[in-house]
């Protein structure tokens, strides 16, 4: 059973606007996530993270927001840019999960210039 | 630094075929992983290495076996290739357990006929 999920399989945006990519997990031992960017062809890229102590990290043009009792953690990209189209993966660990992340199914952004 | 690289980056096999998949990571990590990507299935952990000599086992670690003799080198093996073992594999490193962030190499893929 999927743990991590990315229910939106691609998202449109126009240039300079706002990109909100959602993720979604079940597992409440959960307390460390992440997002990755990869580019076809790539392998995915840290982007950013952010532990369950915290319910906002930034860093840049990228804001990541968790609401643990929703179980739901959001990306922000601000102002975006067509060299943000890629497809972003979320992942989450925890101390149930020792060495394992578990990986979403990803998002497609598309910023339309 | 070259940082994660793969070999091959594709490969096209027969059914019943055997092949290794090698990985190497120039930043000195203890930790390595092998994934396998696949259309909405996101990214899943096959095995991974936390130190030279050691290996274990991941979400989906039938048909594949690994060795990690070198501390900057990983291998991953297919004894007798699958149709089902058609997919996108990824390598990543990383210099502690999870939450510290992976590296991933650029891919390599796989179709099994």
């Known amino acids: 059973d999927q743990q991590v999920k990315q229910n939106s399989p691609s998202l449109s945006v126009q240039e300079g606007r706002i990109s909100i990519l959602n993720c979604d997990y079940t597992?409440?031992?959960?307390?460390?996530f992440l997002w990755y960017k990869k580019y076809p062809a790539e392998g995915p890229t840290f982007l950013i993270s952010i532990s369950s102590i915290k319910d906002k990290n930034e860093d840049g043009r990228f804001t990541v927001f968790l609401n643990k009792s929703a179980k739901h953690l959001s990306l922000h990209i601000v102002p975006s840019q067509p060299g943000d189209s890629a497809v972003y993966f979320c992942?989450?660990?925890?101390?149930?999960?020792?060495?394992?992340?578990?990986f979403g199914t990803g998002t497609s952004l598309t910023v339309i210039p | 630094n070259a940082g994660v690289t793969q070999t091959p980056k594709f490969r096209v096999l027969k059914t019943g075929q055997s092949m290794t998949l090698l990985c190497a990571q120039d930043m000195n990590h203890e930790y390595m992983y092998w994934y396998r990507q696949d259309p909405g299935m996101g990214l899943r952990l096959i095995h991974y290495s936390v130190g030279e000599g050691t290996t274990a086992k991941g979400e989906v670690p039938d048909g594949y076996n690994v060795s990690r003799l070198k501390k900057q080198n990983f291998l991953l093996g297919l004894e007798s290739a699958a149709p089902s073992q058609t997919s996108v594999y990824f390598c990543a490193s990383s210099y502690s357990i999870p939450p510290g962030p992976q590296y991933f190499g650029p891919g390599t893929r796989l179709l099994v006929l």
């Open positions: 597992n409440s031992m959960f307390d460390y």
């Open positions: 992942a989450a660990s925890g101390a149930d999960t020792g060495n394992q992340f578990y």
